[in-house]
């Protein structure tokens, strides 16, 4: 990815609770918690698709061990900073798909940054949507505590950029998703997620080393805040 200018700001961050007392979120067709030890044979069929992990940098699960050592990267003392959820049907009992935060502070672009993914037979159906609606209505709802953080300066507004050292900028959750990726970005959108960068770079996927691939950076900001900024459409930077 192309670096952009990086802006030393001050916002507010999550309080993550450990992970044995992350509540269930429960939407109409969904359970969402927290992943255990003892989903990996569960996980492993997810993680070794490759439809599922088409969009993932380190490509499809080949062994057990591998999607054991992908759950420890989220397990205590890991769950300190990443915020990753497991997702099932309600009416089976089946996990369909995973999501959340690998840590709080996103590589790409500063700001904490979400990521999903479905069953390939899943998709289509609405559960993309009611997972990260449900999601982002519980992110928003965590303490908080004073952070000073370097975001990506395109993510800002003028107003939030006027201060010369560290401004204060309304926190924002972020999501980067491949342009052709017409169905996460259907997701993010319906969401309240709105595109304010694309970019072109080096592709980070597995399956792709050497290639070029196009992105576009997608922002929601917490409930009463959308009037300050947050990404915007009509502002979107294209590189």
């Known amino acids: 990815m192309e670096q952009r200018k990086r802006v030393k700001i001050r916002t507010t961050l999550p309080i993550l609770p450990p992970i044995e007392s992350r509540d269930e979120i429960h939407t109409p067709r969904l359970i969402i918690r927290a992943p255990r030890i003892s989903d990996v044979p569960a996980l492993h069929t997810l993680r070794s698709q490759p439809e599922v992990m088409k969009y993932s940098s380190k490509g499809p699960d080949k062994t057990l061990e591998d999607t054991r050592r992908s759950l420890d990267d989220l397990l205590p003392p890991n769950d300190s900073k990443t915020y990753y959820f497991l997702i099932f049907q309600r009416d089976t009992g089946d996990l369909i798909g995973r999501g959340g935060l690998h840590g709080i502070s996103g590589r790409t672009l500063g700001w904490p940054e979400i990521g999903y993914s479905f ?51 309304v926190e924002r959750l972020v999501a980067a998703a491949d342009v052709n990726n017409l169905g996460s970005r259907r997701i993010l959108e319906k969401s309240g997620f709105m595109a304010f960068r694309e970019w072109t770079g080096p592709d980070p996927r597995e399956a792709y080393k050497g290639q070029q691939a196009r992105m576009v950076a997608f922002a929601c900001v917490a409930p009463g805040q959308e009037t300050r900024g947050g990404g915007s459409k009509n502002n979107m930077s294209i590189i």
Do not use: C, H
């Open 119 to 169: 069953k390939p037979e899943t998709w289509g159906k609405g559960y993309g949507t009611e997972f990260l609606t449900a999601f982002v209505q519980n992110w928003w709802s965590l303490p908080r505590r004073e952070a000073e953080i370097e975001v990506d300066a395109t993510a800002l507004d003028a107003q939030e950029l006027e201060s010369e050292v560290s401004p204060s900028a």
